[in-house]
């Protein structure tokens, strides 16, 4: 009985693919899907399609898909087939994602040639967390019919600039030169036209500082912006902090729900976010920008709150930091908008792959040094420019290290759970040891957060009200 029990729990490749893969004659062995598996034998398969019709795409995980290679190859400009006619498709064979089976489309297909280099290749079964090793002979086999070209551009040829903050403002300008007609004037913030800090922003700010900022001083400045304290009052009533009684005014919600601290940074948080407007392109598989960073605002607060009290940040710009981690995504689309639907069209064609790497390659920077660049020139606190600038670097050890340790370790817990977009990446001990957190502490933190997502959507959406 046992026996039946742990062989149904146990994922197998779907029955339409066993069955494809037999009557092809393609012999496969079943592996379970781990990080550590080599990239380079991974085949990453994309179905993208134009007017013409549909083209199914494969090339190793170690590439990044340039559409711009691909399209003077074809001739055709290509982009990824839309989600909802991507999942009919599976659907209809039962399949949870894509498998490398050219035969599985009658679309054609157009394979990257060097992944004929590798003894064995891995690709998606259809099923999540197994994969099916296929021995070249019969991978070649499979390909009979496909079209062999070289349109991938190896990952270690693009080196984002993760660790020199000192080069920032250089790149930032270059990729503004090379993306503007204008002629660039003396100063950064002159060239790249960001809108002044708004009023309330500015009052914030101040009171941020000020050891002597009370409750009556942070109620006076956001009753003086009618929409922020809106939204300050309906996030006190929200079921998400189940508060007893009626929330009749802004003094209410803070003295009595959210507290000074929690206040203070997410008014911050609303008035920064609505200094820039979401864009209105954006990846098709993306989390809603807003719901990502209160996911992760929340995610950080419980992670705070379960480090050794003796090593635990500021509370306030932890979750600040969380609501603001991907500010750099609206700036970009913000200040490069013809080339940021060039980003949305690559990011879809390139799920295996970190953000960092596609910004790099087609603009020369990356929303973490362009979103902490905007931080140091609004003068934003050092901590939340750190925390922007090092959130994907898991081994930052700097001053100010725990923010942007919190902000990555939240956003991998979140990408754990399909909540985000890009790849799963690891959570290193030596991560959890810093912040002085054990993993089944972080895992639980993350579990009591989505225990309230549908609480937490509802909250998300009060800050898409529109500009």
């Known amino acids: 009985m046992t026996e039946v029990a742990l062989d149904t729990a146990t994922p197998h490749a779907p029955s339409v693919i066993r069955l494809l893969l037999e009557k092809i004659g393609v012999a496969y062995r079943e592996v379970p899907e781990h990080l550590a598996l080599p990239a380079a034998s991974r085949v990453q398969a994309v179905l993208l399609d134009d007017e013409i019709g549909a083209l199914m795409v494969l090339f190793p995980q170690s590439q990044l898909l340039d559409l711009k290679r ?54 998606q079964s259809g099923e999540t967390g197994v994969l ?29 600039n993760l660790d020199r903050p000192g080069d920032d403002s250089k790149e930032i300008t270059q990729a503004v030169q090379a993306f503007t007609a204008r002629r660039i004037q003396k100063r950064l913030e002159e060239t790249i036209e960001i809108p002044p800090l708004a009023d309330t922003a500015q009052k914030i700010i101040k009171l941020r500082v000020d050891p002597n900022a009370s409750t009556d001083d ?50 911050l948080g609303l008035a920064l976010g609505k200094t ?47 609501l603001l981690h991907n500010f750099g995504y609206l700036l970009l689309a913000h200040v490069f908008p013809p080339h940021f639907s060039l980003i949305c069209r690559h990011l879809e064609v390139n799920p295996h792959l970190c953000h960092s790497y596609i910004e790099q390659h087609l603009l020369g920077i990356s929303r973490e040094q362009i979103g902490a660049w905007l931080m140091k020139l609004w003068d934003m606190p050092d901590e939340l420019s750190t925390a922007l600038r090092f959130q994907h670097d898991p081994s930052y050890d700097g001053e100010y290290a725990a923010y942007p340790n919190l902000v990555c370790l939240s956003v991998r817990l979140l990408r754990s759970r399909g909540i985000g977009s890009g790849p799963q990446d690891e959570i290193p001990d030596a991560l959890l040891d810093r912040l002085g957190l054990t993993r089944d502490k972080a895992e639980e933190v993350v579990n009591k957060v989505l225990e309230a997502e549908a609480l937490l959507r509802e909250l998300a959406l009060q800050f898409q009200s529109p500009h």
């Open 70 to 123: 691909l399209e003077e190859l074809t001739g055709r400009t290509l982009t990824a087939v839309p989600l909802a006619r991507l999942k009919q498709m599976l659907d209809k064979h039962h399949l949870k994602t894509l498998p490398a089976i050219p035969a599985l489309t009658s679309s054609p297909c157009q394979y990257e040639k060097s992944l004929l280099d590798n003894e064995t290749v891995l690709i």
């Open 218 to 267: 942070i109620t006076g400045v956001v009753e003086t912006d009618p929409a922020l304290a809106a939204q300050v009052v309906s996030w006190a009533a929200s079921p998400y902090y189940a508060s007893p009684g009626k929330i009749r005014s802004v003094e209410d919600a803070i003295v009595r729900v959210l507290g000074f601290d929690l206040v203070i940074n997410l008014a």
């Open 276 to 322: 820039l407007s979401l864009p209105k392109d954006h990846p098709q598989q993306v989390t809603p920008y807003w719901q990502q960073s209160i996911y992760t605002a929340a995610v950080i607060e419980g992670l705070t709150r379960a480090m050794p009290r003796a090593e635990r940040p500021e509370a306030g710009l932890t979750y600040l930091a969380g």
């Open 132 to 160: 099916l090793e296929i021995g070249h002979t019969a991978f070649k086999k499979m390909l009979a019919k496909a079209s062999a070209s070289s349109f991938g551009l190896e990952v270690t040829s693009i080196r984002p």
